[in-house]
């Protein structure tokens, strides 16, 4: 593969390493382990006195078969019988939540993750839905989205999202090249994803995205220049590029790609690179660490905006102060507590059976950790810090409570990835390839970590 020469070649190399993507801080791996996931109960009942908006994440885990980079928390089966023994689950722990009051609050955004949500079948989604529209009232604009995966969703099943309100539709592509689709064990021909397309657009939802991955076995520059060529023709309204996060000691199934056809470090970063310029060049506007917008999407509004948030699905304009998550494995946050459900079926049944919610483990934020997740997703989603805000906000002197944490962002700033002025720290356009970078020194948990000695390798996934 020809490699380019980049300015961003070189600090790329000198700069990967292993951190987290930090859709939240702390992030899981540093949560207490003293939390007491039995006062769930009690966490509801006092976020269900706050009239700030809400958000709400369903996890539906069903996959008709693995795909072998993935890093989701799924179940493989096509069992009906098997489904709606999670939805009887489902609509209890719906039920035990509604009967905190909580219901009362506005949801601004309403995700189903998965898995598949579209593997289970058209009554069953319906009946996922009619439980959760019992117990919550949602924004006339609230954002309502689902992930789809081509090769199983139907027409019927589009059509029904669209009457119902669903105006986002997010699919994985990952790679259109044969060879590369069948080495990840997901075939999904173009017809089956336009199709998908064509008809969330011919029924009115306004909003697709399209996941792509780079860093799978057998890519190469002119094979995902293709790729990318055909989603530009797609024109979804979203793009999101991930760096395959290989973590094969959390995902056993990863063992099973041929890392010996993975493109190197150099050729992924080509790839990445030649990606992010045709997509700037067709007009999509980049978005903090591996998005692209539409110029007229709200994505793209709210970085212009400075009000672009982070949370466990994403990138989003939505973030309310609390999110409720429903399902096996979904992570919540709630009265300044993170709250994530059991990681199995198995373990997620038998809790709601038990007691009619399956917390497990969490985290209650400390006053520094909600400045320093200021902080940190401040720089991740908006590039750029007002730190005399910040510090007012949180009762600090900025630059002396983060007197070291500035002194160690000077090398970057050196390297022209962060301009360090009285009053703001700002990232620069070279410096949104190194996002995890800049956020890197005020993490206090991994600052922790290395001075025990360890780096993160076998605990995040690698930057490049
Ligand atoms: S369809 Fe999506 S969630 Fe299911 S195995 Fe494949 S990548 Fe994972």
Redesign the pocket.
């Known amino acids: 593969m020809t490699t380019a020469p980049s300015p961003a070649r070189a600090l790329l190399q000198r700069y990967a390493t292993s951190a987290p993507r930090y859709t939240s801080y702390p992030t899981a791996v540093d949560w207490s382990k003293d939390f007491d996931p039995t006062c769930y109960g009690d966490l509801l009942r006092t976020a269900a006195t706050s009239a700030e908006l809400l958000s709400l994440y369903v996890h539906l885990p069903y996959?008709a078969?693995?795909?072998l980079?993935?890093g989701?928390n799924?179940v493989v089966s096509r069992s009906r019988d098997r489904a709606d023994r999670y939805l009887d689950a489902l609509e209890r722990e719906v039920e035990f939540v509604a009967a905190s009051g909580i219901g009362q609050r506005t949801v601004s955004q309403y995700h189903w993750g998965?898995?598949?949500p579209t593997q289970i079948k058209l009554d069953q989604m319906k009946r996922v839905h009619a439980a959760i529209a019992k117990a919550f009232h949602f924004a006339p604009d609230a954002e309502i989205a689902i992930e789809v995966?081509p090769r199983v969703t139907t027409k019927d099943q589009i059509q029904w999202l669209a009457e119902t309100g669903f105006n986002r539709v997010s699919m994985?592509v990952q790679d259109f090249e044969p060879d590369v689709q069948k080495a990840i064990k997901?075939v999904q021909s173009e017809a089956q994803t336009r199709a998908v397309i064509d008809a969330a657009r011919q029924f009115g939802i306004g909003s697709v995205n399209i996941d792509l991955i780079y860093g799978l076995p057998f890519q190469t520059l002119a094979g995902f220049e293709r790729t990318v060529q055909r989603v530009l023709d797609i024109r979804p309204e979203r793009v999101a590029l991930f760096h395959y996060a290989h973590v094969p000691w959390m995902k056993k199934h990863q063992t099973a790609l041929d890392l010996e056809a993975v493109p190197s470090s150099d050729a992924k970063l080509t790839i990445f690179l030649r990606a992010l310029e045709m997509f700037q060049a067709a007009g999509y506007a980049y978005i903090g660490l591996d998005h692209f917008a539409l110029p007229d999407d709200e994505l793209a509004r709210a970085k212009d905006d400075g009000i672009l948030q982070r949370n466990f699905m994403g990138y989003t304009t939505r973030r309310g102060g609390d999110m409720i998550s429903l399902g096996m494995s979904s992570i919540g946050e709630v009265a300044g507590a993170f709250a994530q459900n059991a990681h199995t079926e198995a373990e997620y049944l038998r809790l709601v059976k038990e007691r009619g919610y399956a917390t497990f483990r969490g985290h209650q934020q400390s006053a520094e950790d909600r400045l320093r997740r200021d902080v940190i997703l401040g720089l991740m989603c908006n590039l750029v810090l007002d730190t005399r805000a910040v510090g007012a906000l949180h009762g600090i002197d900025f630059d002396q409570h983060f007197a070291l944490e500035l002194e160690e962002l000077k090398p970057l700033q050196a390297d022209g990835l962060v301009e360090l002025n009285p009053g703001s720290i700002r990232v620069t356009p070279l410096g949104q390839l190194f996002l995890r970078n800049v956020a890197l020194p005020f993490d206090a948990y991994y600052r922790a970590r290395q001075a025990k000695g360890g780096d993160g390798q076998r605990t995040f996934s690698r930057t490049l």
Do not use: K, M
């Open positions: 996959c078969e693995l795909c980079f993935c989701c799924v998965g898995g598949t995966d994985g997901r």
